[in-house]
């Protein structure tokens, strides 16, 4: 017997086609489960549906004794888990506000407060805010207001972020670097996570009389982020699409470097808990650490951005050499632009493992690069999944040409529902505007030029930074480097470029000039060149070009 089909009836009602089937079969998603855990799981899906919560709540009935989370703390099994977020639900319900909990915001680095509270929050049916880490506390407080946080999870480290929202906001310290127990903070004693749960009961909770809503923030670099409503699978069916395209496999670790109120951590942390997988998280990213973790924890899948593929590689040969990455299979890697040199490199040092994921908050995923892709056609963002439809519009919103530039557009089954303060992207016949332009091969591949934003016209013609960045991130003495558009009396626009030298290189502007004027056509050529100790990023690791401007 399977635990596939009594979740929600025929196969047919849970979205899987016939090649979803064998994916699922084949990756141990889909497997033989006795008939008493299977009735368990079963009513964990009529209280959840297809959730997060349900996702860890079906690891602690099938493998209890699994170790789910490991943290700067230690390790959690999918039990433990299981327990501390049933009294955690029982402790914030506790603290919240006396008519109500309605919605949590959790302000935290990588650990497992965050998932214990994420899945605590799906058991109680109220809505989870997942706060960027890099906002400023002016943008911290107007996002708190605008979306009615009602209570507040936070690191303490992250605490002087949120002096400007209202002081009876209630607050619960989700890390502390002290000892267990409430923490001293304004005159008065925090809640800790920890002391929520040893005060509370361990009973199970009725299923909520609503799904409690992640809201994901929109990486805008100014003003007050958007609040984007993400969904939860309507089926199975997008899993089986995603899964098809990038091989994960039951049971296996996977250590999640981005943050996870970023779209890349976190849908890696509902794909890795639907798999019943280890979950290895650390508050901070450090190379080192994240070498010694994919030896010592056997880690078969890495999950990160180009710029932490980028400091793995600055590891030294002899360094990396002592953590081999021996159960390494799968690197997906998204968030920014993969540039194609970084990809080959990468590949060079630690073998046919990387996979290039293009999507967004809004969009979810939109096309996947494979190995082969990235060696056969550099640079690439890769092909739609099954089930994703990405189209290249122009203004008229027709498909453009192949190798024609134009804007994308995407459709999936993950769309988001929409922002909080009311709203949605463009769309165009069921499919996002995702604000990028970019244009397909004869072989069906994506390859993305930029922001609609970021494109300059120069001389008359449209020129855009990307090819401009990744020009320059090529050129051995230099570590990275970003490209803005400046007003210019000849052209109309130039480029102006923001050059970071490899540690100990030094470079002239003429040097960085002229290598571009090899490589490019002249009016792609930068008018000026500023040299730069790094650039700014935010805690996603995107670089924020309007902060060069």
Same mark, same amino acid.
């Not at 990486?219 to 969904?231: C, E, M, V």
């Given at each position: 017997?399977?635990?596939?089909?009594?979740?929600?009836?025929?196969?047919?009602?849970?979205?899987?086609?016939?090649?979803?089937?064998?994916?699922?079969?084949?990756?141990?998603?889909? =497997?033989?489960?006795? +008939? %008493?855990?299977?009735?368990?799981? $079963?009513?964990?899906?009529? !209280?959840?549906?297809?959730?997060?919560? #349900?996702?860890?709540?079906?690891?602690?009935?099938?493998? &209890?004794?699994?170790?789910?989370?490991?943290?700067?703390?230690?390790?959690?099994?999918?039990?433990?888990?299981?327990?501390?977020?049933?009294?955690?639900?029982?402790?914030?319900?506790? @603290?919240? &506000?006396?008519?109500?909990?309605?919605?949590?915001? @959790?302000?935290?680095?990588?650990? =497992?407060?965050?998932?214990?509270?994420?899945?605590?929050?799906?058991?109680?049916?109220?809505? /989870?805010?997942?706060?960027?880490?890099? @906002?400023?506390?002016?943008?911290?407080?107007?996002?708190?207001?605008?979306?009615?946080?009602?209570?507040?999870?936070?690191?303490?480290?992250?605490?002087?972020?949120?002096?400007?929202? +209202?002081?009876?906001?209630?607050? *619960?310290?989700?890390?502390?670097?002290?000892?267990?127990? %409430?923490?001293?903070?304004?005159?008065?004693?925090?809640?800790?996570?920890?002391?929520?749960?040893?005060?509370?009961?361990?009973?199970?909770?009725?299923?909520?009389?609503?799904?409690? !809503?992640?809201?994901?923030?929109?990486?805008?670099?100014?003003? /007050?982020?958007?609040?984007?409503?993400?969904?939860? &699978?309507? %089926?199975?069916?997008? *899993?089986?699409?995603?899964?098809?395209? #990038?091989?994960?496999?039951?049971?296996?670790?996977?250590?999640?470097?981005?943050?996870?109120?970023?779209?890349?951590?976190?849908? $890696?942390?509902?794909?890795?808990?639907?798999?019943?997988?280890?979950?290895?998280?650390?508050?901070?990213?450090?190379?080192?650490?994240?070498?010694?973790?994919?030896?010592?924890?056997?880690?078969?899948?890495?999950?990160?951005? &180009?710029?932490?593929?980028?400091?793995?590689?600055?590891?030294?040969?002899?360094?990396?050499?002592?953590?081999?990455?021996?159960?390494?299979?799968?690197?997906?890697?998204?968030?920014?632009?993969? +540039?194609?040199?970084?990809?080959?490199?990468?590949?060079?040092?630690?073998?046919? *493992?990387?996979?290039?994921?293009?999507?967004?908050?809004?969009?979810?995923?939109?096309? /996947?690069?494979?190995?082969?892709?990235?060696?056969?056609?550099?640079?690439?963002?890769?092909?739609?999944?099954?089930?994703?439809?990405?189209?290249?519009?122009?203004?008229?919103?027709?498909?453009?040409?192949?190798?024609?530039?134009?804007?994308?557009?995407?459709?999936?089954?993950?769309?988001?529902?929409?922002?909080?303060?009311?709203?949605?992207?463009?769309? $165009?016949?069921? @499919?996002?505007?995702?604000?990028?332009?970019?244009?397909?091969?004869?072989?069906?591949?994506?390859?993305?030029?930029?922001?609609?934003?970021?494109?300059?016209?120069?001389?008359?013609?449209?020129?855009?930074?990307?090819?401009?960045?990744?020009?320059?991130?090529? $050129?051995?003495?230099?570590?990275?480097?970003?490209?803005?558009?400046?007003?210019?009396?000849?052209?109309?626009?130039?480029?102006?470029?923001?050059?970071?030298?490899?540690?100990?290189?030094?470079?002239?502007?003429?040097?960085?000039?002229?290598?571009?004027?090899?490589?490019?056509?002249?009016?792609?050529?930068? !008018?000026?060149?500023?040299?730069?100790?790094?650039?700014?990023?935010?805690?996603?690791?995107? /670089?924020?070009?309007?902060?060069?401007?």
């Amino acid at each position: 017997m399977s635990d596939y089909s009594p979740l929600s009836g025929p196969l047919g009602k849970i979205g899987l086609t016939a090649r979803g089937m064998p994916t699922l079969v084949g990756n141990g998603f889909l =497997r033989p489960v006795g +008939p %008493s855990k299977l009735l368990r799981i $079963h009513k964990r899906y009529r !209280k959840w549906g297809l959730t997060l919560t #349900l996702a860890f709540g079906i690891g602690a009935v099938r493998h &209890p004794e699994r170790v789910a989370i490991v943290d700067d703390n230690g390790t959690l099994t999918y039990e433990q888990l299981d327990l501390s977020s049933t009294r955690l639900a029982h402790g914030l319900r506790a @603290l919240g &506000p006396p008519d109500g909990l309605r919605k949590i915001g @959790l302000l935290c680095r990588n650990h =497992r407060g965050v998932v214990a509270t994420c899945i605590a929050a799906g058991k109680l049916g109220v809505d /989870i805010v997942l706060l960027n880490t890099g @906002l400023s506390g002016k943008q911290m407080s107007a996002v708190v207001e605008e979306q009615g946080v009602d209570l507040l999870v936070v690191d303490q480290d992250l605490l002087s972020l949120t002096t400007g929202c +209202p002081p009876e906001l209630r607050r *619960v310290i989700a890390w502390s670097d002290g000892p267990d127990g %409430s923490v001293d903070q304004y005159g008065y004693r925090l809640h800790t996570l920890d002391s929520a749960i040893g005060t509370a009961p361990g009973w199970a909770l009725p299923a909520p009389e609503r799904a409690g !809503k992640t809201v994901m923030l929109t990486s805008g670099t100014t003003g /007050i982020p958007k609040g984007a409503l993400r969904p939860d &699978p309507p %089926s199975l069916a997008p *899993v089986a699409a995603m899964l098809d395209a #990038l091989p994960l496999r039951a049971g296996e670790v996977m250590v999640i470097a981005p943050p996870l109120f970023h779209i890349m951590g976190f849908g $890696h942390l509902q794909l890795g808990a639907m798999l019943g997988q280890t979950l290895v998280l650390r508050r901070h990213f450090d190379a080192e650490q994240t070498l010694r973790d994919l030896a010592e924890q056997k880690a078969a899948v890495l999950v990160g951005t &180009p710029l932490m593929l980028r400091r793995l590689l600055e590891v030294p040969p002899e360094i990396r050499a002592e953590h081999p990455a021996e159960s390494l299979r799968v690197v997906s890697c998204g968030g920014s632009a993969l +540039p194609a040199m970084l990809a080959g490199r990468f590949m060079d040092a630690f073998g046919q *493992v990387l996979y290039n994921l293009y999507g967004s908050t809004e969009v979810s995923w939109a096309t /996947i690069a494979t190995p082969r892709d990235l060696t056969r056609a550099p640079g690439t963002a890769g092909k739609p999944p099954s089930g994703t439809r990405v189209a290249v519009l122009g203004d008229s919103g027709s498909p453009v040409p192949t190798g024609k530039v134009g804007r994308v557009f995407v459709g999936n089954a993950m769309l988001f529902e929409g922002y909080t303060a009311g709203g949605r992207a463009e769309s $165009h016949r069921g @499919l996002l505007r995702t604000g990028d332009l970019g244009y397909f091969d004869k072989d069906g591949r994506l390859f993305l030029c930029g922001r609609e934003d970021d494109m300059i016209v120069s001389g008359g013609e449209n020129v855009f930074p990307q090819e401009v960045e990744d020009v320059l991130s090529a $050129h051995d003495h230099i570590r990275e480097a970003a490209v803005v558009g400046v007003p210019d009396v000849e052209y109309g626009q130039r480029f102006r470029a923001f050059v970071v030298p490899e540690p100990g290189r030094h470079l002239t502007v003429r040097q960085v000039l002229t290598y571009v004027q090899e490589n490019l056509a002249k009016f792609s050529v930068p !008018k000026e060149v500023v040299f730069l100790d790094a650039l700014p990023r935010n805690a996603a690791g995107k /670089i924020l070009h309007r902060d060069l401007l």
